[in-house]
């Protein structure tokens, strides 16, 4: 079982480039989201997505934008890098009901220069 | 809104202590799930436990346990007889259900804990 799979792992990206954090799950979860770790600080909701095709801004959208074409993958897409979003991002799926939360990514960390 | 505060920030302690993280929350919701992660130095995210606001009994696993006080708003976690790799951040995290998971979950800042040896 993979679960939640992330990639790349580690990034370095200068002011103004762009890129996407890959994710996918292998557990046919309709739920996916996106989360942004800073240092010292919880996590906080970026984007989310309640089935391919489907999604929605949390907290912290601005800079992002993602897509849910099947219900594995739910890729991050990061616009004009800037060094605010220097951080790690955690990808997250879960079974239609909310009790199930288990199941995180690795994480990537991605750093702004 | 949903808030959730984990006011210690950091907490160090001698291996075989016992020590408590608290975990306070904030929701309108009369139903919802409260959780704890463990990050350990590594970076990933382990899930530790789920409790719906239903069920106030507590729980043990090992050396892990939980006292949830719906009166209080709480969700505090013991470790008993801690251990050097009982090091890590924890966090704990709200969901509420009238979401219906859909806006996911709000997390606190984390309690940085430290077991020396």
């Known amino acids: 079982n993979a679960g939640v799979t992330q990639t790349p792992k580690f990034r370095i990206l200068k002011i103004g480039q762009s890129m996407t954090l890959q994710c996918t799950q292998d557990m046919n979860h309709n739920y996916m989201y996106w989360y942004r770790q800073d240092p010292g600080m919880g996590l906080k909701l970026i984007y989310y997505?309640?089935?391919?095709?489907?999604?929605d801004k949390g907290e912290v959208p601005n800079g992002y934008n993602v897509s849910r074409s099947t219900t594995e993958d739910f890729p991050l897409r990061l616009e004009l890098a800037a060094p605010s979003q220097t951080s790690v991002y955690f990808c997250a799926s879960s079974r239609t009901e909310i009790s199930f939360w288990a199941f995180f990514g690795q994480g990537t960390r991605l750093t702004v220069v | 809104a949903q808030k959730v505060t984990q006011a210690q920030t950091e907490i160090s302690v001698v291996e075989k202590e016992d020590v408590t993280l608290d975990c306070v929350y904030e929701?309108?919701?009369?139903?919802?799930?409260l959780f704890w992660y463990k990050q350990p130095p590594s970076g990933e995210l382990v899930f530790l436990i789920r409790r719906n606001s239903f069920d106030e009994q507590n729980e043990i696993s090992g050396r892990y346990s939980w006292n949830f006080q719906k009166s209080t708003s709480s969700f505090n976690f013991t470790i008993t007889a801690s251990q050097v790799v009982d090091s890590a951040v924890y966090f704990c995290a709200l969901s509420e259900v009238s979401g219906g998971g859909a806006d996911g979950l709000t997390f606190g800042k984390g309690t940085h804990l430290i077991i020396q040896p």
């Open positions: 997505s309640v089935g391919a095709g489907i999604t």
């Open positions: 929701t309108r919701d009369t139903t919802y799930y």
